[in-house]
């Protein structure tokens, strides 16, 4: 069976002057039916903006280069997003109800004005025939399935009136109002606190398995990626770096890259000692480093082979692969 979604070598550029800036490079992925795809990397790595793209949001001055993004559809053929006209009458009728997005600060996303409740149901509207009041019934369900304790008068209250963890449930709630198929959910969890993170993350892992949805999940945390997903991409200045299932990448991880983003986290260091730090930054994709683009921050392992020659992705374990020239 397809996946639900296949992006094959995907590139997304920016038009600067007389240029294309390369700001996604060649990736390639699925995402099946009851999968979790975790996509990880740091602030400019490409992440968000790829998973944007499968919902026709490639912000203005940017566009897909070259590449597909394949959608499956429970029945009938397969729909190639790419090259659907952006806001057209097919990408709207795919996005939020076949395929929905959780953003990462639910105040931006909510609006000030409206109720929780109006904004569930008026979501609902534009993709069901509900009536207004079977709507808003139906708002107070999904609000009551995401764990909100009182969820009648949360539909009544406004963005404001609830906590972060209450707004990034109603969010989710909002995502699963018509049903998606894949739920991608870019850094989710930023702006709570620990514990909320934790139940934020519970809640969306029970509701890909009740409801059997492929979902994408970005963080820019490997630990907490590689909890909820059962596959990870790492990415890396727009490109795939490595990828494989979560527990193999965890444990046997072929790039310095994802090495350094694990000896980062607290719980690979021991008790006492000081947390290690990733050196540096991404680097601006105007001033992309030739060879391997990761190398100006890899003291440790690279040669002067990686300052001139590309690495490609090697596969080095079943369904491991890594783009490096230590597996050349
Ligand atoms: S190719 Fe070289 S510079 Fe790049 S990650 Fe591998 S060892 Fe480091």
Do not use: W
Request: charged residues 20%; proline residues 6%; negative net charge.
């Amino acid at each position: 069976m397809n996946p639900l979604i296949s992006v094959k070598d995907l590139s997304i550029g920016f038009h600067q002057r007389h240029l294309v800036l390369p700001a996604v490079e060649n990736i390639s992925f699925d995402v099946a039916a009851g999968e979790t795809l975790g996509i990880v990397g740091e602030s400019g790595s490409g992440k968000s903006l790829s998973a944007r793209a499968i919902l026709g949001l490639v912000p203005a001055g940017g566009e897909i280069t070259s590449g597909q993004i394949t959608y499956q559809p429970a029945s009938g053929d397969p729909i190639e997003i790419s090259s659907l006209p952006k806001n057209g009458r097919d990408i709207r009728s795919l996005r939020g109800s076949k395929i929905a997005m959780v953003f990462q600060e639910p105040m931006a996303s909510l609006s000030p004005v409206h109720t929780i409740g109006n904004q569930i149901s008026t979501t609902l509207r534009q993709h069901t025939d509900l009536s207004k009041r079977a709507a808003l019934t139906r708002a107070i369900e999904l609000l009551d399935q995401v764990g909100m304790a009182s969820p009648a008068e949360i539909a009544e209250q406004y963005a404001h009136q609830i906590s972060g963890g209450m707004r990034q449930r109603a969010m989710i709630a909002m995502a699963l109002s018509c049903n998606p198929r894949l739920l991608i959910c870019d850094e989710p969890t930023t702006a709570l606190d620990a514990t909320t993170e934790a139940q934020i993350v519970d809640l969306l892992a029970k509701l890909q398995a009740d409801l059997n949805m492929g979902m994408i999940f970005i963080s820019h945390n490997i630990g907490l990626v590689s909890e909820i997903a059962d596959r990870v991409m790492v990415m890396y200045l727009g490109q795939e770096v490595e990828t494989g299932p979560a527990e193999t990448v965890l444990k046997t991880s072929g790039h310095p890259y994802t090495r350094a983003l694990l000896a980062a986290l607290p719980a690979f260091t021991e008790a006492g000692a000081e947390l290690a730090t990733l050196q540096g930054t991404v680097p601006d994709p105007t001033s992309r480093p030739t060879g391997c683009s990761f190398h100006p921050r890899c003291p440790e392992f690279a040669g002067e082979h990686c300052k001139t020659v590309r690495p490609v992705l090697h596969a080095i374990a079943d369904r491991h692969c890594a783009k490096c020239h230590l597996h050349d």
